[in-house]
Every structure is written in C-alpha cells, then in structure tokens.
C-alpha cells in the first residue's frame, strides 16, 4: 500500500499558511461539543491538551505519573532551536529547514520540516509570555548557544534545565485549564488500548496504578503523546516508566508504525557502571560549545590510563587524539550525535577506550576554564557537571569527563500524515511519539522544539479540520467495541498475573537490552540482525513461560505495570530487527556496517530506499507488511552529508 | 568486603495503603557496591524479594536523574538522605559504610498521605499551581520574545526559584508540615518577570488560600526546607511572598481571577 502523506501543494513557504486556510473550522459555540483524549502530559501532550482547551475543547489529559508535571520532557539539558536570528549570524527559517533536513540524513518530509522551522519562532514567543526564565544577556535580551549539525546559534536554553521550564510552562497552561474545568486530568492512569468503532478513534481503555481499575473514556479524537521508545534498549537516557505500551497497543489496533529502527545513540553520556546500573545519564551536548573530545593517541596509553596508572591531565597533548576536530575541521566537536557517537565506538573498536571499562573517550574542559574561567563555566553548565561529580565521585572541574554513547531518543515512531494523524481517523500521535520531522537523525535541541510545534502550533489546527468533519455528535459510550476492548485489556490482565515462574521481568528486560545493543545498535549487519530476530522471539516465548509477576490487579502494582510494558518492547524489539534488516542502507542514526564510504562515513542508497517504511500489524507472531511512502524530494538537493 | 561492596541493613516502612497502619519491615541488602544509586540498591533488594516470593518495596522514583521530582524517601531523618542538594536518585551507596543501618521512610505530612508503602499523593501541590501557578495567556497573539528585555539578573534570580522539582521535601523536612517554599517559589519566579506583574498580588492569594485549603502548617522560619531542598530554593522567597500576601491583603489588591462559569 502507498500511502499518502497529504503535504499540501505549492511552494515551500507557502504549504503550511495555504492548508491553514484550507482546513475546516469548528465554530465558538460548537467546539464545547467535542470531547479531546490526550494521553500522556509532555511537551506535546500538554502543549497540546492547554491549547485545545484555550480553545473550547473539553479535554481529558492522562498520564501514568503522579503529576503532569513529571512527564520525561523535564529532563531534556540542553535547549530548544528556533530560527529567531537574533544573533544576526546568518540564520533563517530556510537554514534551519535545511539543517534538519541534513541532519536526518534526507529521509524526512520537506513539508513538515518547513512548517516545524516556520513555528519555531512562535514556541519562543509563547514560552516567554508565560514566564519560562530562559538566559538572557546583560542587555536583556535573550541569549543563545550552538549545538551540533548547524553552523549557527539558534539554540534558547535555561542553563542545563530548558526541557524542566518548558514542561513546566506548558503544566502552568494545563493547570490553568484544569482550574477553569476545561481540562480533566487523569494521572497515575495509564493507557493501555484504543478504542475504535467503524475504523474510527473514539476513546481509550486505562487502569488506575492506584486501585486497579480498568475504565473507558469517550472521546471524538484520541492524541497520543506518549513519548518515544528507547528503553526497549533497557538501559537509556529515558526514564525509568518511559515506555512504548500506548503507541504500541494503537499499533496493534491498525496504526502504522514508521522507520522503527531509527534510534539516536547520544554521544555524551557517563559511561556503565555494572550490572546494577537502571539507566544512563546524558551529559548535554551543549557541552561540546566548550568541551573538547579526545582520546589517547597510543593504545599503549589508553591501557595506563584504564589502569589507573596515570590521569588524564597526565597526558601530553602531542599524545592526545582530538579526533573529531582532526576529522571534521569545519565543525570539529559539533558534528552531529549520529557522527560523533560512531567516531567515538570506532576510538574504543581501536583499543584507545578510557575508563576502568574501556568503554569512554574525554570530554575536556581544561581549555574552556583556562580561557573564560571556571566561574563562567559553572554559570553555564553548573548542575550539569555536579550531576556528573555525583554520580562518577570525579571533579570534571580538574578532569576531564569520561563519556560514552547511549541510547537518548527514538526517530521512528507511528506513522502521521501532514495533520498529525495516524492512519486511523481521529487518532493523532505528537512529539516524539510520532515519526515525523528528524528523519534518520535528530539534531540537538530539535525534539523540543517539536513537541512544542505540534501541541501548541499544528494540532489545534488541523485537529479541528477533523472534528468539523465528523460532527460534534456525542460518541455512544454504550457501544459494544468499548466494553469489548476492556475485556480484552483485562484478560491480558490477568495472563501476566497468571504468570509465577523464575524470572524477573526486570531481567528479561535486561536481557531484551543486551541483545538490542549488540545487534541493532550503533552498528548493525545483516548477519547480527537475523541473529536478534532468533534471540528475540525464543525470550519473548519464555516470558510468556517463564516470568514472575507477583501481586494483584487492585492495588498498587509496579511489578504488573512493568511486566506489561516490557511485554510489548519484547515486541516491538523485533519489529525494529526486521526493519532494520529491511533497510540495508546507511543513514543517520541506522548504521550498516555493509553500507559505508570509503571513510566509514553512512552510504545511503537513495534509489531504493528515499521512503518511509511504515509496518502494519498482521497478528501476534505473523511478520508485519511493509507500506512505504516515498520521500519526494522537491525542493533539496540530495547528496551524500558532509561535515568536513 | 574486599571488593569494596557493602552489606547493609534496612529498616523500611511497609504500609499496604492509605487506610492500613504501617510498621517498619528489616531486610538485608547484600553486596551492594558503592557506585549504586540508592534506588538501585532498592532496585537489588526488590528483586532479591521477588524471587523469594516476597512483596517488593514501592516508591516512586522516575527519571532518575535529579530533575522529575518523582522520588522521595525520607533516609536517616533526611528527606532525599543525608547529602546536600540533591535527590534520593542521585545518593550513591558511597555516602554509607559497610554494615551501616539504615531508616527509610515516607514523606510524613497530613496533606501528603501515604498510598502505599513510601510513595506519598502529592497531588495537593498540583492543586495550589491549578489555583494560580500561571500567566493567563493562551497560545499564540503573544508579543515578540524580544519585546519586553528582562536584566539579567531578574532573569537570573526568576530561574533560581523556578528550579523548583516539586518533590515535596521542604514539607517533609518542616516540623509544621509547611509547604511555604514550595509555594513561595512559584510566586517569586512568575512575581519578579514582566510577564507576571498583572496577576501578581491575584496571583498569591489564590495560591496561599488553596495551600491553607490542602492542610499544609504554617512557617515558623525554622529554616530546615531550605537546608534539605534538593535545588537550593531559599528562604527569600518566602520573604517575597509575604510582602506580596500583605500588599495584597492591606492595600485591597482584589482578587481578579478567571472563574470557569465567568469564561
């Protein structure tokens, strides 16, 4: 099947405005007919759940959290792009169109990158209005920073913390809703199906994480804005909950999930421990404005250095690597995450990997502290190098940080159209939970910026488009597909209860990790990736033998909450194996070993795989059918990314 | 141990829910290594009662990296243990000795009761930033981010008290149970912007009131939130959100705030 994405006609910086006023209004007095579901309180889902109730929409927001305001967006370090050129420095919302294109490797729409560069302008806007603190300059204007991919400063921040005073911007617009009784907010409730009747969208299935209780919610469209997926790796930046259940169970109800393999393996993370270790912690890229990436240039140094018989600062500078400047002169550290992660493995594959593991390379400030001073330096990376201190007890002050790659976000996600719809009508997927705007590879600073696009900028639009379609008829909350599909969510209920054998979800999901890392990681063949497939389905068959999920349905219950969610990650595990085994290309993030320039560069094979592989459920254990939508490339030049 | 892992004693409190009585419950966590994170170390001693058939220990905990404010734990008399400025997820079993006894505890205040075990509702504290934690301004129509310059230092200063995690500590480490910091940091940050100024002194009222609504005690400036703060939050701004309460109340500062019947 081939599918539509429906980028409207025309020049580039005409699409958006033109479909704007092509889309269907609601009027004032009817909008307070539709019920809106949002699921999940992020960037996205909160964004978008404020705006819609600011508009007359009566809105049902649920997060499994105990607050909206917990939502992971919150850790986001190191800031948000808009194309404001207020650095006078030769940005534009074309360049940063361009840019975002590049980075992903050329395998993300020209139309959606156009209207997410356009609305950037306005996040800032709104985002000031409501009281975030972003930096400002003595003047009192604001100030920016560079981060990887681009060659200009677009970059807004709020010191390490601008993911944390967004969200909470956006929960400040949320409570104000919740308080004017616009909006009712569902949390510790987590979503665990869809409801859909004719084909349609019309509501959810959720359980209480405090009692137990499996309920259904009505509504005229369903907005998921669950996040991404990463923690199908086990270990991740993501947080502990993250998890793909909701995006999941729409897709197994008929939504398309696009380019599944596509995941961002972040350069900059404190490296593993042990085996205790419950995720990784990024260290932001903002830190390569000022931060230098190096390794030993001898093996022979890198092993005194993982002994522990010399430090870093030990290290002569004619003995030291700064491989990345040395590689890629015109952006030297600010090359993108997909690049500098790669270049990173390849000093470790060397033998020249630092740390008691061998598994990091330096990220060194002594030149930064020796230019502006360490006082500078803390001003603008303080809590991030305290984090650092406290979790590795070193003092990044006087060495340098060890960092290691690690899995931080996931391209792929379910497949939308231009509005944001999946192809079910009346459900929508927003932020990171969708596939839309980074192609192969996100650039820095980018996911915010997009979450925020489509809550507070894209879906009030074209949802409205949908609902002036559909009519503001209340959906039948009697209707059999509702109890239907509770029934069944409680029947998987009870299968994960009935479970009482001799492993801890926790280590098949630890053991789902190991095998994910190693095969569809940061390098991946054709022969390691068949291999995973195998791997994945024999433990998936021994979850469903062998797990422990101790406990009841009606009460509180994170062991239940967990088997369930790593149920579905041993699923989509292999939907990502067999998409990635698919592509037998290199791009951005997806990195085939088969597939590269003479440089170890990513070689993207455009005659046959310029498309988005969008998977289609066909029933447990059948493979899924590949639809493809084809990137027309109208107005960019595609050609292999350079960063020389 | 020759490893330099640790064996530990725990004396955490099991409570079943919000209705039942809590005792405190020993366990023994074993070769536990210092570059743990306490969490991690419940983590092991969770998944040691699993296999046992035992009930895990609950307690919130999310992205464990100092930001969410999901985590609590109240560790040897301190809220987030014994460290200063940071949470319970990022305590490292380094700070503790091998054989050292442990106490760990729920959030214990009247407005934050316990659900199970040593997971607390904080849902009182969404309720105060329902009550007015916002500019009233809705998406889009807003001026040019570079309209109104805001000097550095007010910027500055704003960020500060708008770093606030709402994990709750300043409540559990107050002997009256006050959550005036937590509330205090709101209304400073959104009180010192321009953008703030029109419903400053509405603004304070109706958040104090809802705060005396949720049963929260009153402040006797003993000073213990602001030591035990996991983001450094200061006293001062309780200062400030006095001086706008009383302008508020004294100078008749009425209350101007959106009703839902008045939309």
Known sequence: MSLDAKIPKGPLAEKWSTHKFNLKLVNPANKRKYDVIVVGTGLAGASAAASLAELGYNVKAFCFQDSPRRAHSIAAQGGINAAKNYQNDGDSVYRLFYDTIKGGDYRSREGNVYRLAEVSVNIIDQCVAQGVPFAREYGGLLDNRSFGGSQVSRTFYARGQTGQQLLLGAYSALNRQIHLGKVKMYTRTEMLDVVTIDGQAKGIVTRSLINGEVETHTGHAVLLGTGGYGNVFYLSTNAIGSNVTAAWRAHKRGAFFANPCYTQIHPTCIPVTGDHQSKLTLMSESLRNDGRVWAPKTIAIAEQLRKGAIKADQVKEDDRDYFLERKYPSFGNLVPRDVASRNAKEMVDDGRGVGGSGFAVFLDFADAIHRLGKDAVAAKYGNLFDMYYQITDEDPYKQPMRIYPAVHYTMGGLWVDYNLSTNIPGLYALGECNFSDHGANRLGASALMQGLADGYFVIPYTLGDYLATIGPKPVDANHPAFEKTKQEVITRINKLLALKGTKTVNEYHRDLGHIMWEYCGMARTAEGLTKAKGLIQALRADFWKNAIVVGSNEEVNPALERAGRVADFLELGELMVDDALMRKESCGGHFRLESQTPEGEALRDDEHFAFVAAWEYNGDNQPEVLNKEILDFEFVHLTQRSYK | ?263
């Not at chain 2, 004693?9 to 070769?31: C, D, H, I, M, P």
């Not at chain 2, 199970?116 to 889009?140: C, M």
């Not at chain 2, 419903?199 to 009131?209: G, I, K, L, N």
Request: aromatic share 6%; net charge negative.
């Open chain 2, 1 to 263: 141990m020759s490893n330099g892992n640790m064996n530990l004693t725990l004396k955490v409190w099991r409570q079943k829910n919000a209705e039942s009585k809590g005792a405190f419950v020993t366990y023994k966590a074993e070769n536990i290594s210092p570059d743990m994170s306490f969490l991690e170390m419940l983590d092991v001693v969770n998944e040691g009662l699993i296999h046992t058939g035992g009930e895990p220990i609950h307690f919130d905990h999310d992205c464990r990296e100092g930001i969410c404010g999901m985590c609590s734990l109240y560790i040897n008399g301190h809220p987030h243990g014994p460290k200063n400025a940071i949470t319970t997820c990022q305590l490292h079993m380094r700070t503790f000795h091998d054989g050292e006894i442990i106490v760990i505890e729920p959030w214990r205040a009247a407005a934050f009761p316990v659900i199970k075990d040593l997971a607390v509702d904080r849902s009182s504290f969404d309720r105060i930033q329902q009550a007015g934690g916002f500019v009233s301004v809705n998406t889009g129509g807003v001026p040019d981010a570079n309209e109104i310059p805001i000097p550095k230092v007010i910027a500055d200063e704003a960020f500060n008290s708008a770093t606030c995690i709402g994990c709750g500590a300043c409540v559990a480490a107050c002997k009256n149970a006050s959550a005036m910091l937590f509330v205090s940091a709101k209304v400073t940050q959104l009180g010192m912007l321009p953008q703030g100024q029109p419903e400053r002194y509405s603004r304070v009222q109706a958040m104090v009131a809802q705060m005396d609504a949720e049963g929260f005690g009153n402040c006797t400036n003993t000073g213990a939130c602001e030591a035990e703060c996991p983001k450094e939050i200061k006293m001062t701004n309780i200062s400030r959100m006095n001086n706008d309460y009383f302008s508020a109340k004294l100078f008749g500062q009425e209350e101007l705030h959106e009703h839902a019947s008045g939309e």
